[in-house]
């Protein structure tokens, strides 16, 4: 089965920065575009970012444009989302997901990394 | 942006019910449309994909259907497993965007 494995997560000031990763295994990784997905304590579903399966395009929300950066590693089989000058409004439980054949649909998620930006 | 309004933004229901909850975009998006099942502390779920299709492995008493603005998730006969949170969520375009959830409750 398709496994996702985020890490990175942790309590960051605001205006630090921060690293997650996602571990993917059990597919053929550069085959798939990936996906972040976040959801603020007690709140929805947010998308933060896609990167296709090459990595050639790239897709940010407003919210986050000019702060994070997706990308990914194939040899690793890892995603990244580097995350710089960090709000409080970015405290969120991080999932990674896979989107599925058909790009759009996410249809495996990773566990979620918990980001707390607070002084 | 494409705005996803979900509703009833809770519903309170039995095992055995007929449960149906509505999303609409606010342009016309096809059938880029997915329904995901989400449980307090886990990640969400895939139940639907293309407004009808069912995920693989996804039981049968789920079902969607819809197109362009107006899309609805039908659980046929609800299941004590099924009391979570159900998001749609936009396909069409970037960004990608999810509706705000129905939370369905036990009655």
């Known amino acids: 089965e398709v496994q996702l494995l985020e890490s990175g997560g942790g309590l960051v000031q605001p205006g630090g920065s921060l690293r997650l990763s996602c571990a993917a295994s059990r597919f053929t990784f550069s085959n798939y575009a990936m996906t972040w997905v976040r959801q603020a304590p007690g709140k929805g579903l947010e998308w933060v970012s896609s990167?296709?399966?090459?990595?050639?395009?790239?897709y940010y929300a407003d919210s986050v444009k000019g702060r994070f950066t997706i990308s990914r590693d194939t040899s690793k089989n890892t995603l990244y989302l580097q995350m710089h000058s960090l709000r409080a409004e970015d405290t969120a439980v991080y999932y990674c997901a896979r989107d599925s054949d058909i790009d759009g649909y996410f249809d495996y998620w990773g566990q979620g990394t918990l980001v707390t930006v607070s002084s | 942006d494409i705005q996803m309004t979900q509703s009833p933004s809770s519903v309170s229901a039995s095992v055995g019910d007929r449960v149906t909850m509505t999303c609409r975009a606010s342009?016309?998006?096809?059938?880029?449309l997915a329904w995901y099942q989400q449980k307090p502390g886990k990640a969400p779920k895939l139940l639907i994909y293309?407004?009808?299709s069912l995920q693989s492995g996804v039981p049968s008493r789920f079902s969607g259907s819809g197109s362009g603005t107006h899309f609805t998730l039908t659980i046929s006969s609800l299941q004590p497993e099924d009391f979570a949170t159900y998001y749609c969520q936009q396909a069409n375009t970037f960004p990608r965007t999810f509706g705000q959830g129905t939370k369905v409750e036990i009655k």
């Open positions: 990167i296709s399966h090459s990595g050639g395009r790239i």
């Open positions: 342009q016309g998006i096809s059938s880029w």
């Open positions: 293309a407004a009808s």
